[in-house]
């Protein structure tokens, strides 16, 4: 199985005006005139559009894979590549992506995926607007920007300031601290021995998920691993999602 077309889609940005672009991929056999699921996959730092569209990485790949499995249309945005976090602006780009969609397509159901940046940027847009998010699947990602200490000059350019100077901006974008809203399927991956994105806050939204609905979370934890998910892993958390979530 795979995609009968890729297309790079742009759009003017309805919150500053500038061009921005994505990736659009439908699967083999599609009917417009039938309802479809879709895949929103989020790159991670310093990468675009193009990692998940192409990228052999297990993350990405899986991502692939399953979408093209179960026929979804795959979409890969830029939201504000190289170094989004889904600050404001890159918010407001994948909104404005996912309702043009589904002006264009009969869209069913909306799944997020990505992995590091892409992994805690699904969950912030999630937590965000859990109304569009039927389930999320996250790779390695960091799920309080209060706590997180990396890429912090990128993270605060995205954001409009630093966290000492715009806390609340930093909690909203927090999915630890914003749990409650994620009430749909959600998949975590995390790896002990992540240095770029320390598996903690992670493994504390899980554990709040866990209690919240322990019949829609899964973690898979392994501790002799980085910042990596390898392509099992990535395709059983996906797969977990995509039940949880009624895609068939």
Same mark, same amino acid.
């Given at each position: 199985m795979g995609?009968?077309?890729?297309?790079? %889609?742009s759009f003017l940005a309805e919150i500053d005006g500038t061009e921005q672009q994505y990736i659009e991929m439908l699967p083999e056999g599609f009917d417009p005139s039938e309802k479809t699921d879709l895949m929103v996959a989020l790159h991670g730092h310093g990468s675009d559009k193009e990692?998940?569209? !192409? =990228?052999?990485? %297990?993350?990405c790949g899986a991502a692939r894979d399953a979408a093209a499995k179960h !026929?979804? @249309?795959f979409v890969s945005p830029d939201y504000r590549a190289k170094t989004s976090w889904m600050g404001p602006k890159a918010e407001a780009d994948v909104l404005q992506i996912v309702?043009? $969609? /589904?002006? /264009?397509? !009969?869209?069913?159901?909306?799944? +997020? *995926?990505?992995?590091?940046? %892409?992994a805690t940027s699904a969950l912030i847009f999630a937590s965000l607007h859990p109304e569009l998010v039927d389930a999320v699947s996250a790779q390695n990602p960091a799920a309080n920007m209060l706590e997180? %200490?990396? +890429?912090l000059e990128f993270i605060a350019e995205s954001y409009g300031g630093k966290k000492s100077e715009i806390p609340e901006e930093y909690r909203r974008r927090s999915s630890e601290l914003n749990s409650a809203k994620l009430t749909m399927p959600v998949a975590v991956t995390t790896g002990g021995k992540? =240095? @770029?994105?320390?598996?903690?806050? *992670?493994?504390? $939204? *899980?554990e709040k998920l866990k209690r919240q609905n322990p019949e829609k979370f899964l973690l898979i934890h392994r501790e002799e691993t980085g910042h990596e998910t390898n392509y099992e892993d990535s395709? !059983? *958390?996906l797969e977990f999602v995509l039940e949880k979530a009624g895609v068939k």
């Amino acid at each position: 199985m795979g995609f009968q077309s890729t297309i790079t %889609g742009s759009f003017l940005a309805e919150i500053d005006g500038t061009e921005q672009q994505y990736i659009e991929m439908l699967p083999e056999g599609f009917d417009p005139s039938e309802k479809t699921d879709l895949m929103v996959a989020l790159h991670g730092h310093g990468s675009d559009k193009e990692q998940y569209a !192409k =990228d052999e990485r %297990g993350e990405c790949g899986a991502a692939r894979d399953a979408a093209a499995k179960h !026929k979804m @249309i795959f979409v890969s945005p830029d939201y504000r590549a190289k170094t989004s976090w889904m600050g404001p602006k890159a918010e407001a780009d994948v909104l404005q992506i996912v309702s043009e $969609l /589904k002006k /264009k397509y !009969k869209i069913g159901r909306v799944i +997020f *995926a990505g992995g590091s940046m %892409g992994a805690t940027s699904a969950l912030i847009f999630a937590s965000l607007h859990p109304e569009l998010v039927d389930a999320v699947s996250a790779q390695n990602p960091a799920a309080n920007m209060l706590e997180f %200490g990396n +890429f912090l000059e990128f993270i605060a350019e995205s954001y409009g300031g630093k966290k000492s100077e715009i806390p609340e901006e930093y909690r909203r974008r927090s999915s630890e601290l914003n749990s409650a809203k994620l009430t749909m399927p959600v998949a975590v991956t995390t790896g002990g021995k992540d =240095d @770029i994105v320390p598996p903690e806050s *992670a493994l504390r $939204l *899980a554990e709040k998920l866990k209690r919240q609905n322990p019949e829609k979370f899964l973690l898979i934890h392994r501790e002799e691993t980085g910042h990596e998910t390898n392509y099992e892993d990535s395709m !059983k *958390a996906l797969e977990f999602v995509l039940e949880k979530a009624g895609v068939k």
